[in-house]
């Protein structure tokens, strides 16, 4: 087996973006080409470190930042029922303790 050289982050806090990025890429090569021979394994250019590296941070926060918004409106009709349910659930339990203690 080969040790796949990849792009080296520049700092000691980015590996996990680092990480992802390295798969993404992977992802978008549809695996690796050829591997029959060590040369093949050095993609240590595969990407640009620090614009496409350390840049994928950003990436991810954006991506993360879309996903909240695009799901607040049903985050909150989800509330709103909850909160109707429970009032009700209050309601119901407080006229069972009034019929029991009849």
């Not at 690796?32 to 050095?42: E, L, P, Q, Y």
Request: glycine residues 6%.
């Amino acid at each position: 087996g080969y040790c796949v050289r990849v792009p080296r982050q520049p700092n000691g806090h980015d590996c996990g973006a680092f990480l992802l990025r390295n798969v993404k890429q992977f992802g978008k090569e549809r695996g690796f080409k050829d591997t029959s021979n060590k040369k093949a394994f050095n993609l240590s250019k595969w990407y640009c470190a620090i614009k496409d590296g350390v840049g994928y941070r950003q990436e991810i926060k954006d991506t993360i930042q879309k996903l909240v918004n695009e799901q607040k409106p049903i985050l909150t009709k989800l509330r709103r029922h909850y909160q109707n349910e429970k009032k009700q659930f209050a309601k119901k339990r407080m006229q069972f303790r009034e019929k029991k203690r009849l």
